[in-house]
């Protein structure tokens, strides 16, 4: 008889977290995922598998609770997911962001190494660790240049995970992951701000949209495909860091353009630049390169990029006519 997998997902309330957890479930694993004490448990997006996964209590910023829930779930995987991850918010509270996202996979690494070392470790390390581009497309020798407390606070976390795995020996990796996104998306994220604006505009609930800068440029790829890539890094012989995007790259324009278009509207007559919405220091363009991924992985993301924006405006729409 072979042993259970067992993993632990640290942010399993966010949206990576949930699709994660439908993933592992569906291969077999038993699941738990960590969440952190406040007054209303924000359980929404994981109303598909609440009943079959366990709740447990951690936070990223309390080693001993972290101790605990590697103790007792005695997970054979553990995914750290969790971070403050809005980079905007990342200006307003530095200390914090830095506390939560980088401090905190120490934290969550030493759980590992001092309950079980054996236990396999995924970081959440991001795009955002490029920043001001060192060359084009970013693969995972390409060096990092962040731009926000965020992006810094990320390359302590992925640099700390792959010293963890020099170290000690632990099969430790850091997935570089483009911007992921899905119906499930926090609307404080552009592509989701303007997908559910739109439904709102086309059922007269709202006239216009407020955005910064529509000139930037993502990979986005979408999040249900991504959560993959983070399992097969887990399921190597050998440990290693692994670049996830889709090799395109789309302005937030022709985000808007596409979006709007989709709900049969023209988003020059909605979309305003709002300065407010301009950041200290922009990332201007990120492209990833996966070729590692896809020939090392046999990982490839499956849905494009008009179908995301596609997916994100008719589950918004949706959505707002339910509530109509
Ligand atoms: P998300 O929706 O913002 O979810 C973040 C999760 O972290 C939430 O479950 C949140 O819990 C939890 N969390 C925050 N602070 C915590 C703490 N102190 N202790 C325990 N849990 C805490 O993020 P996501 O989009 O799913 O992204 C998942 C991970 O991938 C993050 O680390 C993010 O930085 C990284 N990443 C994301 C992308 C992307 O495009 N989505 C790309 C690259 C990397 P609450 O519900 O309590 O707030
Ligand atoms: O911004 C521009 C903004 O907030 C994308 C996180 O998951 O991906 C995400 O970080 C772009 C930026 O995502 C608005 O200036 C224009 O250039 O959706 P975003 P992000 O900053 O790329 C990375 C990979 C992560 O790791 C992060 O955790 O869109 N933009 N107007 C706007 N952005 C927002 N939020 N709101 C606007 O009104």
């Given amino acids: 008889m072979t042993t259970p997998k067992r993993a632990l997902i640290t942010g399993i309330t966010g949206q990576d977290g949930s699709y994660l957890a439908e993933f592992l479930l569906q291969n077999g694993y038993e699941v738990a995922g960590m969440v952190r004490r406040t007054s209303g448990l924000n359980l929404e997006r994981l109303g598909g598998v609440l009943d079959r996964i366990k709740i447990v209590s951690g936070d990223l910023l309390d080693v001993a609770s972290l101790v605990d829930v590697v103790k007792n779930f005695a997970p054979t995987e553990v995914y750290n997911l969790a971070a403050q ?3 905007t918010t990342s200006w307003n509270q530095p200390e914090f962001t830095a506390d939560v996202t980088a ?3 120490t934290r969550l690494l030493d759980a590992v190494r001092i309950v079980n070392p054996e236990v396999r470790f995924y970081q959440a390390s991001s795009s955002e660790m490029f920043g001001k581009v060192r060359e084009v497309p970013q693969n995972e020798l390409t060096p990092f240049h962040p731009r926000s407390p965020y992006g810094v606070a990320k390359v302590y976390g992925h640099w700390i995970t792959v010293n963890y795995r020099e170290s000690f020996d ?3 990796c850091s997935g570089i ?9 926090g609307l404080e994220f552009v592509t989701r701000k303007i997908s559910h604006q739109v439904a709102r505009i086309k059922f007269g609930l709202a006239k216009e949209l407020r955005l910064g800068n529509l000139d930037a440029k993502r990979d986005w790829g979408f999040a249900g495909d991504y959560v993959k890539a983070m399992w097969l890094m887990l399921n190597q012989d050998r440990p290693e860091d692994y670049v996830i995007a889709t090799g395109e790259t789309h302005s937030v324009r022709e985000f808007c353009e596409i ?6 509207l023209n988003y020059e007559n909605h979309v305003i630049v709002d300065e407010q919405f301009f950041r200290p220091a922009e990332v201007d363009l990120l492209i990833g390169d996966p070729k590692k991924a896809n020939d090392g992985l046999g990982w490839k993301t499956e849905v494009s990029f008009v179908e995301l924006v596609e997916m994100m405006v008719d589950s918004d729409i949706k959505d707002c006519s339910g509530r109509l």
């Fill in 85 to 87: 991850s809005f980079v």
């Fill in 170 to 172: 632990m099969y430790a």
């Fill in 103 to 105: 401090l905190g996979v």
């Fill in 177 to 185: 992951l483009f911007n992921h996104e899905s119906p499930r998306r």
């Fill in 259 to 264: 979006a709007f278009a989709r709900a049969g």
